[in-house]
């Protein structure tokens, strides 16, 4: 069974920095892309940010020059470094992996997702 289990959210000052993990556990062949999705209630889930397994990123705009995603691919962890947060960047954060595992019998890429962490930016 695949777990992803995210850790670093929290409350935070406007202006204020969070760094969020999630750490990949479980039955898998590889990690391909990683990432980072937000979704606030009543909202759509929206990308953040995503990287490849060889360390190609993509931003969402608003995030863009703010938030920076990493992997460490040892630790089969993702990393999110949130600097100079807004309120407006108040959501409940997901980690996403894309796994290659046996599905039926066969090697599939598969989506996962976490459980979600709360990210609060307020005064």
């Known amino acids: 069974q695949v777990q992803l289990v995210e850790s670093g959210g929290g409350l935070v000052q406007p202006g204020g920095s969070l760094r969020l993990s999630c750490a990949v556990s479980?039955?898998?062949?590889?990690?391909?892309?990683m990432g980072w999705y937000h979704q606030a209630p009543g909202a759509q889930r929206g990308l953040v940010a995503s990287i490849t397994r060889s360390g190609v990123t993509n931003y969402a705009d608003s995030k863009n020059g703010r938030f920076t995603i990493s992997r460490d691919n040892a630790k089969n962890t993702v990393y999110l470094q949130m600097n100079s947060l807004k309120p407006e960047d108040t959501d409940v954060y997901y980690c996403?992996?894309?796994?290659?595992?046996?599905?039926?019998?066969?090697?599939?890429?598969?989506?996962?997702w976490g459980q979600g962490t709360q990210v609060t930016v307020s005064s």
């Open positions: 996403n992996a894309v796994l290659l595992t046996t599905v039926g019998g066969s090697l599939k890429f598969a989506n996962y």
């Open positions: 479980g039955s898998f062949s590889s990690i391909n892309t």
